[in-house]
Each structure stands twice: as C-alpha cells, then as structure tokens.
C-alpha cells in the first residue's frame, strides 16, 4: 500500500532539525488520509521527503519518526531494530537476569517497550503504530529469544492519551507465577502480570548496587516497594528499616526478605511522609536514608506540587540523618528537570541548616539508553549525598 504523506510547518522544520523524533500536531500542515497508526512519508512545505513515522490522530504527538532514509519499513525493518537493541545490551546486566531489552525512542523504536525477567518476556505498546504490530513484534521476540511466555501489560496511563484501551493478556506461551530475579547479591520475586510498571523497577537497577556501597549502621528505606534497595543495603547495614504504604508491596516484601535471609530488615507499613514528620518529632536518627518516591509530578500542571513534595522529603530526611551519614535522593517525574531537582535539595538543605558533599550524581540504568536529541528519553535522576 503507498504510504500517506503529511506535511509538516516551517516550526515543525526547525524541531525537525534538532533531531528531535516527535512532530507535534499544531506543526502539521496536512495529513491526507492517514489514519493512527499508519506509517507515513515526512514531507515539508516544498515536497522534500524528511522522513517516515508512525501517525496518531489522539495525541499531541502527531508523527513519531521511525527513519529519516527512503527504507522499506517493514517486518525485516522491525527485526534488524530488535536485534540491535537486544545487542546494544551486551554484558551490561551481568549480574542479573532482568532487564531492559527496548525503550521507546531511546532504541529508535518508539512506543514500544519490551522488558525480560528470566524466561519470559513483558512487552507494552503505548502507541497505535505499535499495538497494531503486535503480533509481528511477538513472533520476532520469540524466534530471537525463545521466551517461555509473552505477558502483554497494555495497562499504562500513556495509552489513553492515544485513545487505546487499557488491557493485560498472554500473547505467546504460558502465564508465569512469580519470578525470581537475581540481581547482584541478592534475588528478588516478580509479578509480572500485576507488578508496578511491567512488574519491577528495572531503571533503579545499577543505582541499587551504588547506593548500597554506602550503605551502614542503620538505613531508612523510604517508599521501598518490595525491598529492592532494603535488600542491597542489608548485608552492610547492621539494620534497615522498610516504609512502604502498599499492602501489597509488603507481603512481597516480606517474601523477598525470606528468599535472602535478612533478618535485619524491617518492613514498617505506612505513609512515608507521616513517618518522616514522626520519626523527626522523636529525635530519630540514621545513618542511610533512602527517598525513591513515585512520581510527584505526572504532569506539569502539578509540578507546584511536586516541588514541595520533594522539598518535604528530604528536608525531613536531612534531620533525621546522623552527622557523616549518607542520603540517596531520587526523583522520576519527567517534568522535573535535573537541575531542578537538584536546586530543590540544595533548598532543602539550606532549609535544614546542613551541609552536604555530593558522592554521585546517577541516573536511570544504562539499559534505558538516553538520546541526547530527545532530552525525554532521560528522566530518573539521582544524588547521593554525604551530611558534613
């Protein structure tokens, strides 16, 4: 079938320039035909190909560049991209048996995420361009890496924004219980079918083994999910203590505390920014404290907000901490900005009437690779501080 051409504006072509992957809808000065999910030729103003890209006639993003050569996109187009990224991958999860295999437009597949944890796969389509090759994307996936099963977590918010259903199912093989990861030192379960985001927060990975390099006397692992960093820091800690507000999340907690013996954890069920407030009201002290919230900020409409949040959190952190201890900050709203961020714990610090050298600055896991023309592809950042 020939491809659809769309053109795009003069304020489209110099974003275009930038190397930029997205064309945003108010830049489009024609989209004939096409329909969400076509794949269509770029053109600008005067007829000159730029490009092909997956169409989406819901979102902002109109167009989201695949290519900027005159190339079939087709199955073999889709495999040699899945190849590649998988190889991008090397040896940098040695260790561990979970991992990122494909984000996004940071391996120039856009809205597709494919994530393995052991046997099986996880994927996610956040755009129609992807979810309508699903099946083609599977079939790859299971003739270059002979899955057990493909669990299909199309329950992202992204979606709506497209104006795609939110839906989970198998798409190839056998549903799996629970996982079990191992990552370094320590192992961990995995659901993969109800877990946050495609079961596990694989982009915390690397800064887990950073910050438990730190890690001493009594840790505060706020906001600890299922004891990921609780787990890291145990074996140099002579205690950790776990906040986590989800049921859920502490029973899981509490499995993984079991399958690596660590009897100097203690999963504490609560708000972690009421415990804060307590633990500061009772002169507590520690020498490690963890804040790896959720996004503060799914938007920039509540970017106020956030800021106070995190403000909050580490102004409470930064007196509970003992002289000399560390603090491992984290923040993964996208529409808060590193320096920012930054900005906001130097605030907070000021607030605090403490002094702080930055040990690390850190970032998500280098297997969700950041493109330096799409800043979007980056949006985990870190700081490990030590209180002087």
Known sequence: MEAQNVVISKKGMLWYKTGHAWIYRDDLLKTASA??????????????????????????????????????????????????????RGERATGRNAARL???????????????????????????????????????IVVLLS??????????NARTLEGLPLEKKILRGEKPDLVEITEGEIRYLVDVWS??????????????????????????????YQGHFSLHCSSKAESVTAIESSNDSIAMLEKNITLNARANITPIAGNAFDLLRAYHKEKRGFDMIILDPPPLARKRAHADDALRGYKEINLRAMHLLNPGGTLATFSCSHSISRDLFTEIVRI????????????????????????????????LKGLILQKI
């Open 348 to 379: 907070a610090a000021a607030d605090a009437r403490c002094g702080f050298r930055v040990v690390r600055e850190l970032c998500q896991a280098s297997d969700h690779p950041i493109l330096l023309n799409i800043p979007e592809t980056s949006y």
């Open 195 to 224: 877990g946050h985001k495609t079961g596990a927060y694989l982009d915390q990975a690397e800064n887990r083994c950073s910050v438990a390099r730190h890690a001493y006397g009594s840790v505060l692992d706020c906001f600890a």
């Open 35 to 88: 329909r969400s999910g076509d794949i269509v030729d770029v053109l600008d103003e005067r007829g000159k190909f730029l490009g092909k890209a997956f169409y989406g006639e819901k979102s902002k993003i109109s167009l989201r560049i695949l290519t900027r050569e005159k190339e079939v996109v087709d199955r073999q187009f889709f495999k040699q991209r899945i190849e590649k990224a998988i190889a991008r």
């Open 102 to 140: 494909i984000f996004s437009e940071g391996d120039s597949l856009p809205g597709l995420i494919v994530d393995k944890y052991a046997e099986w796969i996880v994927l996610q389509a956040l755009i129609p361009g992807i979810e309508s090759r699903l099946g083609e994307i599977a079939d790859i």
């Open 147 to 156: 899955p057990r099963g493909i669990v299909l977590r199309n329950d992202a």
